[in-house]
């Protein structure tokens, strides 16, 4: 199993230009996630995937869409890049269940983004 | 009250030292605090995780002490190597959802 893949792993962008990052996982998860890395504030939640199907927001919305193509697959769009868009992006999911014990999520390698 | 607070940002020890890092939170509601482990280039991988119906928890070199009534967990690594350096983050979750509010994290060195 290849776990959480994320296509590309780098990217420079010019300000203005738009481009879509991929996820894609292959351990049947519900759930999917994408965060922002960025130094001094640790990963903080762009977007979520319950489900297939659905989408909703998370602490850093703004300047992002979501799709969630299907169960596998979950990407990520910046229609109109900014320099404050520079950062690394991960994508994770997870597969919790009522009464579980875990909702342990698992991360892909990453995507390290600059916006000039 | 989302917040998950962590200390200190940057640790460095000696080899077979004994770093603790420390979190803590606000919402009674969460019920489920892991702690990721990040090498340089590398997605955060789950190092060890608790329950609030536990006060410690050990997995190996690593332990989880949690302080329920005042809600702070911590991180300790028991004779620390220089294959530890890494970046530690805690994260909380529960109270309905499980989606993750993560700490700022703590880079470690490890001197060997």
């Known amino acids: 199993n290849a776990g959480v893949t994320q296509t590309p792993k780098f990217q420079v962008l010019k300000t203005g230009q738009s481009m879509t990052l991929q996820c894609a996982q292959d351990m049947n998860h519900n759930s999917m996630y994408w965060y922002r890395q960025d130094p001094g504030m640790g990963l903080r939640l762009i977007y979520y995937?319950?489900?297939?199907?659905?989408?909703d927001k998370g602490e850093v919305p703004n300047g992002y869409n979501v799709s969630r193509l299907n169960k596998r697959e979950f990407s990520l769009r910046l229609e109109s890049a900014a320099p404050s868009q520079t950062s690394v992006y991960f994508c994770a999911s997870s597969d919790p269940r009522i009464g579980s014990y875990s909702y342990e999520q698992y991360f892909g390698p990453g995507t390290r983004l600059t916006v000039t | 009250q989302q917040q998950v607070k962590q200390s200190p940002q940057s640790l460095i020890v000696q080899k077979g030292g004994i770093p603790i890092i420390n979190c803590a939170y606000e919402?009674?509601?969460?019920?489920?605090f892991p702690w990721y482990q990040q090498f340089p280039g590398k997605g955060p991988a789950l190092l060890i995780a608790i329950r609030p119906d536990v006060s410690e928890k050990k997995e190996g070199r690593f332990t989880i002490s949690f302080n329920k009534s005042a809600k702070q967990f911590s991180l300790h690594i028991m004779d620390s190597q220089p294959g530890d350096s890494a970046t530690y983050f805690c994260?909380?979750?529960?109270?309905?959802?499980?989606?993750?509010?993560f700490g700022t994290g703590t880079r470690l060195k490890v001197l060997a």
């Open positions: 994260a909380a979750s529960g109270g309905g959802t499980y989606k993750y509010i």
């Open positions: 919402n009674t509601a969460f019920d489920y």
């Open positions: 995937s319950a489900s297939e199907g659905t989408t």
